[in-house]
């Protein structure tokens, strides 16, 4: 597999429908789980109350592979939860909400037109005179971040001032009349600037987008009515807005470019991939054993996106509870910015990918082979459809034989330490080596469930 | 009753307590308070941390504080709820479990619960996760 161009592979690959169910169609023993089927989530791990909707806990989750190795979580505060959350403000289109802010000078009344999505949900925001400022006070976020709001010339005063901004941030100015947008620039003079877009939707519509790819951290999204020669923030200025959307920048290729989010457990889901969110201090979900001593070979394919942010030490996936000590046995773990493939018989592989840091989405797939010769033979990952740049920090080999009977831990090592922050989309194990034409429809399969490129 | 966000954090000395009582709550308890917790993010623990949806009924009895944020970015008390350890001590005492009234209030009052995100709520109080190597 190494060093073949999988390319030719996509070209003629399996059909969605046949993977993942065909990689166990021979027997194979693995497990196979998908987030975004709430017909396989669970609340409990007895598994009697579903999953219904985002922002519950999932106990359970069956194992779609037909190996019946289901993982469970008994303890009620360590379950991961499903989500699908992107926009990471309180109130998308709430603007007289807790969790946004005007000034004495500003009006704002509620359903005063139809908004880009056809609902009468537009606010008509109005300037009065001096401290008209209208900005959300609880989103405080570290670049890279996006800002986007949606706006409409509300047909007094056309020129409006947009901050995305805190510790620096970006500001930028727009003309709602001829729907044109100014040059961009820091706050403060800090952050380094994404160059800012105004995207015509129809009926006068406009989606603005701002924000700062590095050095600077949001905490206001603020609009300001200001004068033709952008010197007075104030004026005589109105605008119909909607829709304010807050998220990191690489969360989700091609996804929605606005999440309505009207509550924590109340948001839009269309369009946005459903993940198990793991919080980093005690989520974890483990299978029963799992006898994988049948095989010497392992496609493991995950798709994940890693949020700690203290950068050490947490294990994504582990079968059995200590890699390095159990012989036959696998992990994946976040090291600083490595992803981190262990491979464990009689001696261990220990093999790096980099850099990765966080926040990152990444589709994995890595083959494992305990009859290579060499590290570079036993384990061969692959991240986001390509072979990355490798490092050998133990070099094994790991030595001859097969995998053990082990549990899966997913999110932890052994339900009981080195907890990992952030989200798994999907996962699969299979107990056998996967072609390379398997491996690019598994990789296009565990991309359509993540949106990592 | 539908499940209930809530960090809770209890010192190493009343971690022991803190599980028993949970654990004798049903098979959702047993497991908590697991997760280490020090200034230094190294050996020895000084507290411990339990973080996500658990049982309202459970949550209603624990005490309770809701924290806001200054302008200055310092967080202040807004309001606390003392929990009820009259009737943790009930049905810990009913499950057989030896401690006293006195004990589990003491317990409530050293611990720090709250709906903070957990990594919001270990940064007001400086603390960090002990995280061994992985090899």
């Known amino acids: 597999m190494l060093g073949v161009d999988l390319s030719l592979f996509r070209m003629a690959k399996s059909t969605p429908a046949s993977i993942p169910a065909s990689l166990f169609a021979a027997g194979e023993k693995g497990v196979w789980y998908d987030p975004s089927d709430y017909s396989t989530l669970f609340q409990n791990a007895a598994g009697t109350t579903p999953v219904t909707a985002v922002e519950q806990p999932v106990g359970k989750i069956l194992d779609k592979s037909g190996r019946g190795n289901h993982a469970t979580q008994t303890t009620e505060g360590s379950r991961p939860i499903l989500s699908a959350r992107v926009n990471l403000l309180t109130h998308s289109n709430g603007f007289t909400s807790a969790s946004w802010a005007k000034g004495a000078n500003a009006t704002l009344t509620a359903t005063a037109a139809v908004s880009p999505d056809g609902s009468n949900n537009a606010w008509l925001y109005q300037s009065t005179g001096a401290s008209d400022f209208l900005y959300n006070t609880a989103s405080s976020l570290a670049a890279p971040f996006l800002a986007t709001i949606h706006l409409k010339y509300g047909g007094t005063g056309r020129w409006f001032l947009v901050r995305a901004y805190g510790t620096g941030g970006a500001n930028v100015w727009v003309d709602l009349l001829n729907g044109s947008v100014g040059t961009a620039s820091a706050y403060s003079g800090v952050g380094t600037i994404i160059t800012p877009t105004l995207t015509p939707l129809g009926d006068g519509w406009h989606r603005l987008q701002l924000g700062c790819s590095a050095g600077a951290t949001h905490q206001y999204f603020q609009i300001n009515s200001v004068t033709a020669d952008l010197s007075t923030v104030q004026s005589n200025g109105s605008a119909y807005i909607y829709g304010a959307d807050l998220r990191v920048t690489n969360d989700g290729i091609g996804v929605p470019a606005y999440q309505r989010i009207a509550a924590a457990t109340d948001y839009d889901t269309t369009g946005f991939p459903l993940y198990l969110r793991f919080d980093g201090t005690d989520d974890s979900l483990a299978t029963g054993s799992i006898d994988f001593t049948g095989t010497d070979k392992m496609t493991v394919s995950l798709g994940f996106r890693r949020l700690d942010t203290t950068l050490d030490n947490f294990v994504v996936l582990e079968l059995s509870t200590t890699m390095g000590t159990n012989p036959g046995a696998f992990n994946h773990y976040m090291y600083g910015s490595l992803i981190r493939y262990g491979l464990g018989g009689t001696g261990t592989d220990v093999y790096d990918a980099s850099p990765y840091s966080p926040p990152i989405t990444l589709v994995s797939v890595c083959s494992y082979d305990f009859a290579g010769a060499t590290i570079a033979q036993e384990v061969m990952p692959r991240l986001n459809a390509a072979v990355p740049t490798l490092n050998a920090a133990s070099a094994g080999p790991a030595g001859a034989g097969n995998f053990g009977n082990y549990p899966i831990y997913i999110g932890a090592r052994a339900s009981a330490s080195n907890w990992f922050k952030g989200r798994i989309y999907s996962l699969i194990v299979r107990g056998a080596a996967s072609s390379g034409g398997e491996i690019a429809a598994i990789e296009d399969y565990v991309n359509s469930k993540t949106e990592a490129y | ?135």
């Open chain 2, 1 to 135: 009753m539908s499940d209930t966000f809530a960090t809770l954090i209890v010192t190493s000395a009343d971690a022991p307590i803190s599980r028993s009582i949970a654990a004798a709550f049903g098979p959702g308890g047993v497991g908590m308070w697991m997760t280490s917790l020090s200034a230094s993010g190294q050996e020895p623990a000084t507290h411990y941390i339990s973080s996500g949806y658990i049982s309202a009924e459970y949550v209603a009895l624990s005490p309770m504080t809701t924290w806001e944020l200054t302008e200055q970015g310092s967080w202040i008390q807004a309001s606390h709820y003392a929990g009820d350890a009259a009737t943790v001590y009930a049905y810990a005492s009913e499950a057989g479990l030896p401690y006293t009234l006195a004990e589990i209030e003491g317990v409530f009052s050293r611990s720090d619960v709250s709906q903070q995100e957990p990594f919001i709520a270990m940064g007001r109080l400086a603390l960090k996760i002990i995280n061994p190597p992985v090899v």
